[in-house]
């Protein structure tokens, strides 16, 4: 069994920061790729930033300069810093993540956390 948990989010003004944590813990022989996605009331779930296992990253347009994806592989856990918050970040973040569960199978297995909430007020 694999878990993701996300934390690290809140209430904070617009301008502010907050960093968010994505935990993998269970059966874990290797993290890959792994994203942070976010969604809005009414809106779709988007990807906001991206990292691979090697540590190269990628960022949806609306959030490039203002939030760093990075990633400690030795507590598999992955995490987004959020600076210069705007009322237009408030929605829920899920983290999204590649697992291989065991060094026999090199098969990688989908895994999503139950989300945290950040709320940016104007």
């Known amino acids: 069994q694999v878990q993701l948990v996300e934390s690290g989010g809140g209430l904070v003004q617009a301008g502010g920061s907050l960093r968010l944590s994505c935990a993998a813990s269970?059966?874990?022989?290797?993290?890959?790729?792994v994203g942070w996605y976010r969604q809005a009331p009414g809106k779709q779930r988007e990807l906001v930033a991206g990292?691979?296992?090697?540590?190269?990253?990628n960022y949806a347009d609306s959030v490039k300069g203002r939030f760093a994806i990075s990633r400690d592989n030795a507590k598999n856990t992955v995490y987004l810093q959020m600076n210069s918050l705007k009322p237009e970040d408030t929605a829920d973040y899920y983290c999204?993540?590649?697992?291989?569960?065991?060094?026999?199978?090199?098969?990688?297995?989908?895994?999503w956390g139950q989300g945290t909430q950040v709320t940016v007020s104007s």
């Open positions: 999204n993540a590649d697992i291989q569960t065991a060094v026999a199978d090199a098969r990688t297995y989908n895994y």
């Open positions: 269970g059966s874990i022989f290797k993290v890959n790729g």
């Open positions: 990292i691979t296992s090697s540590g190269w990253t």
